[in-house]
Structures are given as structure tokens and as C-alpha cells.
């Protein structure tokens, strides 16, 4: 075929003009030549951007490109990437950073004010148990998991879930992995079934999901002092926030030990 | 036109800074909200796509130089734009298959957003070389206008006259792309 008439064909073949007999020619056509196989996928790559109706499927899981990019969001540096945005989607939902920030601006301007505005503005502005939790917990400092074969998918798809705010298909992801193996289960995942629980409004259950992690062997086991401490500033348990806070201030090695120091002023 | 703000918004993007990143949402979101909720869309919709469309486009610049001749702002209103009609052919073809599907982020491939929009970048590029003829041309072809009409309206003098155009401008359209360096990194 001469140049014009194989363009020809690809359009006919793009449109569906071709009859059955036609197809199969020319899709056995295609079979082994890669030339036109790409030529193909060109005027149908031209076609979905010309036309609103047309998909381009032609984008293949092997190219250099694809590979690379993948690579990138898959990796850790993507994942913060994607847990920042998250996070500041949900702020941005919940009208959190503006209110937040109206607060503060108010409280520059009101400190350096007469000592009487100061005094009524500080009781005034103080800190809510709710700003604190939204200004502290930071979704992108949730622990990563390394795990063997099958069970690292269940982990994978558990975070994901959690991150997009499924929480029952996350806790369920979660539930099945510690089935498999209870004994080898990473205790580390208590972090997120406690959050779980927490953006469930089960109090009760979200600190006990974290009192496995804290009666844990586990290195990392007091952290979960702190995440019962913002699930107490979520709950606006005062009290029992600082009780947490008391705990991780007790040894300067402990994790967000200078947040606890933080927030113990802001209470 | 690409201001110092835009490149602000371009800087703050790839370096995470939360506060540029709402920024963008507090002036850009709005826009994009409107457009999704008049092509059928909701509230939570315009927001799954603002939040992929920014993502995308933060992956590019950590891998990449990204070229904005537009404003940022209508750079990301196409963005958006673009993966809202990807989405509504997806759900266009599960209707079709009579299943009822969520789309689901492990299903949603980003890599595969970035190429369709890395490739439409380049396509849009190289239409505005084609003559304002073949361009007129062949948008009127793909919004389906009948070739009777093409032929009154562009003066030709039959049907396979103005089948020959269509052709012709597309073919050009073709050769420009494949002999964009770009075009080895984006094909197949």
C-alpha cells in the first residue's frame, strides 16, 4: 500500500467503516508491524484529543516514561507528596486553615495591644483541643510498613483506603492482614486502627487499638502516646490529653517530645 | 501570560509549601467547582479532580521541567478540565457495561493522566501551526458536522474534496507531532 492509502485505512479502521472481512485484514495486518501499529495509535491519540467522545487507550504500562513516573509515585517522596495534598484538600474542606489563621492574625495584632486587650484577647483566642488536633496530626508521618510477600498488597491497599478516607474498607484491610499472621502482625498498624476508630467517633475503641501498640515490644511503642494524645484533642479531652502529654514529656527521647512541650503551653 | 505568581504557585507546588497550596485552592478551586458542576458533576467530584490535577502536576515538576505559557491558573483550569471528561467517559463506559463500579484510587492511574495530558500539551502545540484553515477544518470535522455542511461552509467543491482536506490536515497535524522530541517520550 502506498503511504496515502494506509492513512486512508487508519481512518476507516479509527471509525468502524471497515466491514468484518476488511478488520481482519487489516488487523492481521497490524500483527508484526510495528510501524503501523504506532501509526495507529497516533491518529487515535489525535483523534481522543480532537474528539470528546474517542478514549485513548494507547498508552502502554512498558514505556520508559510510564515506568519512571510510576516509579516516582510509588515511592516515599511521592506518597508525601500525595499525603500533603490530601491533607491540605481536607483543610481547605473544612474551612480549618482560614479560620485558623484569622485566629492568629488577630493575635499578633491584639499582643501588641494595651495589657487589658492583651489579657482578654489571650482568654479569648486560646487554642481549642480541636485546632490543636487539626494543627498536629499530619497524615504524611504515619509509619510505613515493610512486609513479607502477599501481606504487603493488604498493607498497601489498607493505607491507601486510609488515606482516602475509606475507613471501613482501610479497617477491614487491616482486620484480614492481622488474620493472616497474628503473631507477625506489625504493631505499628494499631497507629492507624486507632485513628480508624477515632474518625469513627469510637472513643473507646481508638485508645484501646492504641494500648496495643503502647504494650507492644515494639521500639516505636511510644508513640502511641501520642497519637492518644490527639485523639483526646479530637475529643476535647482535656484532661486526659494531658495525662498523655505528662508521659511523653518524662524523657526528652520519646517521640514529639518537643510538640508535647508545645502543646502543654497551648493548653 | 505566565506572571511571577505563576511561577510562585509552580515554586510552592514543588516544594510542598502548604501555604501556596491553599492558596491555589482559595483562588483556583472556585473556578474549576463551577465547571464540573455544569458537565454533571458534584462537589466532591471537582474536589477528586482538583486534588489529582495538583498532584499530577507536582509528580511532573519533581521529575521535570514543566513549561506554562498560559497562566497558572488556566493551566490548571485544562488540567482539570481534560480529567473530568477522561472521567466521565469512564463512567460513561461502565454505564454502558450496565455495572455498577466505583472508581477507586487504586484503580485510578496517575501515570497514565500525566501522559493523555503531557500528550495533549503537544497536540494543542502543534494545531496552532496548522493553518487557521486546516485548524477550523478539522475541528469542525470532530465536532461532527456533516461533510454536506463542511462543504458549504468551507467552500468546496464536493464531498470527497472536503474528505481529502480533513485528511490532508490531519496527516500534516501527524507529521508535526512525530517530529517533536517530545513525541519518543510520550508515544505508546
Not at chain 1, 497524615?139 to 504487603?152: N, V
Not at chain 1, 484480614?176 to 474518625?199: F, N, R
Amino acid at each position: 500500500m502506498i503511504e496515502g492509502e494506509i492513512h486512508e485505512q487508519i481512518e476507516r479502521f479509527l471509525s468502524g467503516a471497515m466491514s468484518d472481512v476488511e478488520m481482519k485484514q487489516f488487523q492481521k495486518e497490524m500483527i508484526g508491524n510495528s510501524a503501523l501499529q504506532e501509526e495507529v495509535a497516533l491518529y487515535q491519540s489525535i483523534n481522543f484529543h480532537l474528539n470528546e467522545d474517542v478514549e485513548d487507550d494507547t498508552i502502554s504500562d512498558n514505556s520508559e516514561y510510564n515506568r519512571k513516573l510510576k516509579e516516582y509515585i510509588g515511592s516515599e517522596q511521592g506518597e508525601k507528596i500525595q499525603a500533603i495534598l490530601l491533607e491540605e484538600k481536607y483543610k481547605y474542606h473544612n474551612g480549618l486553615s482560614q479560620n485558623k489563621s484569622s485566629k492568629r492574625i488577630f493575635y499578633y495584632v491584639a499582643s501588641t495591644a494595651a495589657a487589658v486587650v492583651f489579657v482578654i484577647s489571650f482568654f479569648f483566642l486560646k487554642y481549642s483541643e480541636k485546632d490543636l488536633y487539626a494543627d498536629y496530626y499530619k497524615i504524611e508521618e504515619l509509619p510505613s510498613f515493610t512486609s513479607r510477600s502477599g501481606k504487603s498488597s493488604l498493607l498497601t491497599s489498607a493505607k491507601s483506603n486510609f488515606r482516602n478516607k475509606q475507613f471501613d474498607k482501610s479497617l477491614s484491610d487491616f482486620n484480614e492482614y492481622i488474620e493472616k499472621d497474628a503473631e507477625g502482625v506489625d504493631p505499628l498498624i494499631y497507629i492507624y486502627t486507632g485513628l480508624i476508630y477515632s474518625e469513627k467517633n469510637e472513643l473507646e475503641k481508638a485508645i484501646e487499638q492504641l494500648t496495643l501498640l503502647e504494650n507492644s515490644d515494639n521500639i516505636d511503642n511510644t508513640r502511641a502516646f501520642w497519637y492518644k494524645v490527639l485523639v483526646y484533642l479530637k475529643f476535647d479531652k482535656k484532661v486526659e490529653a494531658k495525662e498523655m502529654l505528662s508521659f511523653i514529656l518524662k524523657d526528652p527521647n520519646n517521640y514529639k517530645y518537643k510538640e508535647a512541650k508545645e502543646i502543654l503551653e497551648k493548653l | 501570560m505566565f506572571e511571577k505568581k505563576d511561577s510562585n504557585y509552580l515554586e510552592g507546588l514543588r516544594n510542598g509549601d502548604r501555604k501556596t497550596i491553599q492558596i491555589i485552592y482559595t483562588n483556583i478551586f472556585p473556578k474549576v467547582r463551577d465547571f464540573v458542576f455544569k458537565n454533571k458533576g458534584k462537589h466532591q467530584d471537582a474536589e477528586e479532580i482538583f486534588h489529582n490535577a495538583l498532584f499530577q502536576l507536582t509528580i511532573r515538576l519533581k521529575i521535570d521541567e514543566v513549561e506554562i505559557k498560559s497562566s497558572f491558573e488556566a493551566y490548571v483550569f485544562t488540567m482539570c478540565r481534560n480529567l473530568w471528561r477522561k472521567e466521565l467517559n469512564y463512567r460513561k463506559k461502565w454505564v454502558r457495561k450496565e455495572e455498577v463500579k466505583t472508581l477507586t484510587r487504586e484503580e485510578y492511574d496517575h501515570s497514565e493522566a500525566i501522559i493523555l495530558q503531557e500528550r495533549w500539551e503537544l497536540f494543542d502545540e502543534k494545531i496552532r501551526l496548522l493553518s487557521p484553515n486546516c485548524q477550523a477544518l478539522l475541528r469542525a470535522y470532530f465536532e461532527k458536522i456533516s461533510y454536506n455542511a463542511i462543504v458549504k461552509q468551507f467552500k468546496y467543491a464536493s464531498e470527497n474534496v472536503a474528505f481529502q482536506r480533513v485528511f490532508k490536515c490531519k496527516k500534516q497535524l501527524a507529521d508535526l507531532i512525530k517530529k517533536d522530541d517530545n513525541y519518543k517520550k510520550l508515544k505508546g
